[in-house]
């Protein structure tokens, strides 16, 4: 029985993750500083896997006030941004790029509303912050900017393109 399972897994599934991996949707994912001071790295990363997300990329990087003024640019005019911008780069950040079906709004609803005291409980700003600033995360907001934040902070070679053997038990064939 068991090994008929692996069988159809091997045929049918394993194809599907082949044909689909380059079309999977992917996220930029920031764990702000507040996130590393606070010793959440585990916590989110531990619920990314848990949820079933791909990680593609990983690194930690020091953000710059040039990087902050471009990828926040829509906040830029703010009274708020040079705050935003100093606890930005209070530490060093983990940049990540996640994979999976619907990533982008599977991943904005898993971090929660912008203020922490707003989030719902059990997403992770509603499980994690008090802050309408520190909120321990960015999300990319949409499919278009989820591309353009993540060539911002990633060069070519540095998001692979594996598919993790786990990948036929976390989605149906058919959802592939
Ligand atoms: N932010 C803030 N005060 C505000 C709104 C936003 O300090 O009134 C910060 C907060 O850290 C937020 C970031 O600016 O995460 C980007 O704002 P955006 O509106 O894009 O929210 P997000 O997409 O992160 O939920
Ligand atoms: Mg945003």
Do not use: W
């Amino acid at each position: 029985m068991f090994g008929r399972y692996c069988i159809n897994f091997d045929t049918s599934v394993k194809t599907n993750i082949k044909n689909c991996k380059q079309f999977m949707e992917r996220t930029l994912v920031i764990l702000k500083p507040s996130c590393i001071e606070r010793n959440l790295i585990g916590e989110v990363i531990g619920r990314i896997e848990k949820r079933g997300l791909v990680i593609a990329g990983m690194k930690m990087i020091q953000l710059d006030e040039a990087v902050l003024r471009e990828h926040y640019s829509h906040l830029v005019d703010k009274p708020f941004f040079p705050q935003l911008a100093k606890s930005m780069m209070a530490c060093p950040v983990i940049v990540m790029c996640l994979k999976g079906v619907d990533v982008v709004r599977v991943f904005r609803e898993m971090t929660g509303v912008t203020n922490g005291r707003k989030a719902a409980p059990g997403t992770l700003r509603g499980d994690f912050c008090m802050s309408g600033s520190l909120n321990i995360i960015h999300a990319s907001d949409s499919v278009e900017n989820a591309e353009i934040e993540l060539a911002r902070f990633f060069k070519p070679g540095e998001i692979f393109d594996y598919a993790p053997a786990t990948l036929g038990f976390i989605y149906e064939t058919d959802e592939l």
